[in-house]
């Protein structure tokens, strides 16, 4: 089955800072893949998402890089921000588009 | 912004009573999920309904859980009796279609005494 990991459970980062976060999937037919933060008390908040023909994807201060070779993607966030501090999840999804998700990183971000 | 509604917000319970969650989509979404997430832990789904039909409720506990989605819109889900390992994260999602990007409400907090 699909498993999911993440590189570091923290990620403490100084503010202005770009912050990078880490993920490996293990199936390689996986073919989409999405960033979720999730806020202490909250549900996880859509990010970012890229499918398996890109291997970049840019938004606004994120990017996701995909390697689908070594199936590893990351969540780059440029400027880090106090109000990014939270826990992100990195999901993967497959041909019966059921995510799996990562168990999370926590971004702690010091002023 | 549409967003995913999901009451109560905080439920506490004692063990082998019923508890039930409700979830409204967001509007014109065909599929709907719910997700369980323990402290710590990432969500993990438990059912994922499209349109009022299941098509997948294979890491649903049915001998105490039960989900239902009767006119394709807003869904409940009901535990009963609900057990000290309940507790968790029940969060509701939903897409456009199932290939879409999901979408999450704001969750409810089950604490099972």
């Known amino acids: 089955g699909e498993s999911v990991g993440l590189h570091l459970p923290t990620l403490s980062v100084q503010e202005g800072d770009n912050s990078i976060i880490n993920c490996a999937y293990s199936?390689?037919?996986?073919?989409?893949f999405i960033w979720y933060k999730q806020e202490s008390g909250k549900g996880p908040q859509f990010i970012i998402d890229i499918r398996s023909n890109m291997d970049k994807r840019q938004g606004q201060r994120v990017t996701v890089l995909l390697n689908k070779t070594v199936k590893h993607l990351s969540l780059q966030i440029a400027a880090t921000q106090p109000g990014d501090s939270a826990v992100y999840f990195c999901a993967v999804g497959g041909a019966t588009n059921k995510l799996i998700f990562g168990t999370g990183t926590l971004l702690a971000v010091q002023p | 912004e549409a967003e995913v509604a999901q009451s109560p917000r905080y439920k506490i319970t004692e063990k082998s009573q019923a508890v039930a969650f409700w979830c409204d989509p967001i509007?014109?979404?065909?599929?709907l999920y719910w997700y369980r997430q323990i402290l710590g832990q990432g969500p993990e789904l438990l059912v994922q309904?499209?349109?009022?039909?299941?098509?997948?409720d294979s890491q649903l506990p049915k001998d105490r859980f039960s989900a239902e989605r009767l006119k394709g819109v807003d869904s409940t889900l009901k535990i009963q009796p609900a057990e000290l390992g309940d507790s968790a994260m029940y969060l509701c999602?939903?897409?456009?279609?199932?290939?879409?990007?999901?979408?999450f409400g704001p969750g409810t907090r089950l604490l099972v005494l």
């Open positions: 999602a939903s897409s456009l279609r199932s290939e879409e990007t999901q979408y």
């Open positions: 309904f499209q349109d009022e039909s299941v098509v997948d």
């Open positions: 509007s014109g979404h065909a599929t």
């Open positions: 199936n390689s037919a996986s073919d989409y």
